[in-house]
């Protein structure tokens, strides 16, 4: 791991520093021979300069911060909700901070510890038990990193394709640190995530949840899917001699996901900080999936909807538990839930397949059958398929009537309503879970040689989740916001 820099707190020496290596880089260029290459190395040559800039300033800021006697009586007002009974003040402790650019500040600051006796002790003698510091812990630096170095390892931790691949990333951005401490680090921030998720599920069993109104007059759409990754599962009776560890299975195990989004009038989907895209997912079964999509929808006001439209694919979990929950949340009258179009096309597809002999017919018969689903004269396309089973026989029998009952059973549940739900400019397809699911689950988590433990896969599924639907950024305010704790909490 590269050294790390030392700052030296004087702002105009760090200024010099970096005009002198610019300044230098710019003059050393020869005009005649320069090229793509010489401007690549330039280019990052200047860029980490910068970054050591950046960061020798936010050093600069800690300092000022720690040597204010108001800022240090703030934090430690902000944080007394983190004390016990016996928690005091212990004198300062020195600490370091790492900042972009890899540059590292040493701070000297107030410490408190909480004291407790031990029953080998004497009535007199009491033990000290791990503290904090309250400036860091208000901060949300107790691991030693700024805000941004910690977000950001987290953010590639969890975005890139592998643990290496986001510590290359990071070492470009001035971020040097080591694959074990990435991935600790990443796995700790999506921990306090999922904790902050888990509070939230406590809200709404107690009744306390609060409604932030954001659904009030939009028309939502909410789409649930399922993807596919290894669970590793530990061995039971003794460890291996040679590795002192248990053996383990891979188990295939389905995480369920969801995305929660508006759109306009003409059915573009809306993204704004007013109105952001949702989206996450589990492990923890259809009964865990149905609590956090529940938390959601209280969360964000279903009841205040314009408009509601389900749509997912034909998994039976999904079209026998969300619409009563979508009932007892009491969603408006316009309520849809649609099979998505497509899915519901390719078992057309599978039965022009079996039906015909030539492409030609085959592709004749999709078409029409296609079209006459989206006009949403369904009791029509059934009885012509209706027409091919009662000529046929044996396997191409079976697999005609089995094509024939899946949009049999949709129609059943009434999740064919194409032409009115194309009619009110609201998606027909559920695309937008699927590219989750993809982006998410199988981009990462999905593979042969992938085995997760399950509390590791939750926090990875979550993080990615937040990645992906634009809400990182207010995912980590949420975080760092959970570090403050005043005692009037």
């Known amino acids: 791991m590269k050294n790390n820099i030392y700052s030296t707190l004087d702002l105009s020496k760090s ?56 800022f240090l009586d703030k934090a430690m007002h902000k944080t007394q909700g983190w004390w016990h009974n016996k928690t005091q003040k212990h004198g300062c402790k020195k600490r370091q901070i790492l900042t972009v650019g890899n540059v590292e500040v040493t701070l000297k600051l107030p410490y408190v510890v909480e004291r407790q006796n031990e029953p080998n002790k004497t009535k007199n003698k009491q033990s000290l038990h791990e503290g904090f510091c309250p400036f ?134 809306i993204r704004t900080g007013d109105i952001p895209v949702t989206s996450d997912g ?60 497509y899915h519901a096309a390719s078992h057309l597809q599978d039965f022009a397949d079996a039906a015909f002999s030539t492409n030609n017919e085959r592709l004749e018969w999709f078409k029409k059958a296609r079209k006459t689903l989206k006009k949403g004269q369904t009791l029509d396309l059934m009885r012509n398929m209706g027409e091919f089973i009662l000529s046929a026989t044996g396997e191409r029998c079976k697999i005609l009537v089995r094509e024939r009952n899946y949009i049999l059973k949709a129609y059943r549940r009434r999740l064919l309503k194409y032409n009115e739900v194309a009619s009110k400019n609201l998606p027909l397809g559920s695309g937008a879970v699927e590219s989750l699911i993809r982006q998410v689950v199988n981009l990462r988590m999905k593979g042969n040689s992938k085995f997760w433990l399950k509390d590791n896969a939750e926090i990875m599924l979550h993080l990615r989740c937040q990645w992906i639907a634009g809400s990182w950024d207010n995912f980590c305010d949420s975080i760092f916001n959970s570090f403050i704790k005043p005692i009037s909490s």
């Open 282 to 341: 589990t492990y923890e079964g259809y009964q865990g999936f149905l609590k956090i999509l529940e938390m959601y929808l209280v969360n964000l006001g279903i009841s205040q909807a314009k408009e509601v439209l389900l749509i997912a694919d034909g998994a039976e979990w999904i079209w026998i538990h969300i619409p009563p929950l979508l009932k007892k949340l009491k969603c408006p009258t316009e309520t849809y839930q649609l099979l998505d179009f």
């Open 15 to 70: 200024l010099s520093h970096f005009q002198e290596k610019v300044t230098k880089l710019l003059e050393s260029t020869n005009i005649s021979e320069f090229d793509g290459i010489l401007l690549k190395v330039c280019e990052k040559e200047i860029r980490e300069s910068a970054l050591i800039l950046a960061g020798e300033g936010i050093a600069l800021l800690l300092h000022n911060l720690s040597k204010s006697q108001e």
């Open 136 to 269: 860091l812990r208000y901060l949300g630096m107790s691991e030693g990193l700024t805000p941004v170095v910690l977000s950001t390892i987290a953010q590639y931790g969890a975005i890139a394709g592998s643990f290496e691949a986001a510590r290359t990333t990071l070492i470009d951005w001035g971020i040097n640190i080591s694959l074990k401490l990435i991935e600790r680090l990443t796995y700790y921030f999506g921990k306090i995530g999922i904790d902050l998720r888990k509070n939230k599920l406590n809200d709404l069993e107690s009744g306390t949840l609060s409604n932030l109104n954001t659904l009030k007059d939009q028309r939502v759409v909410i789409a649930a899917d399922g993807g596919r990754t290894r669970i590793r599962i530990n061995k039971k009776g003794r460890r291996k001699v040679k590795t002192n560890r248990h053996g383990f299975v891979g188990e295939w195990m389905e995480p369920k996901l969801l995305t929660i989004y508006v759109v306009n009038e003409q059915g573009k989907k």
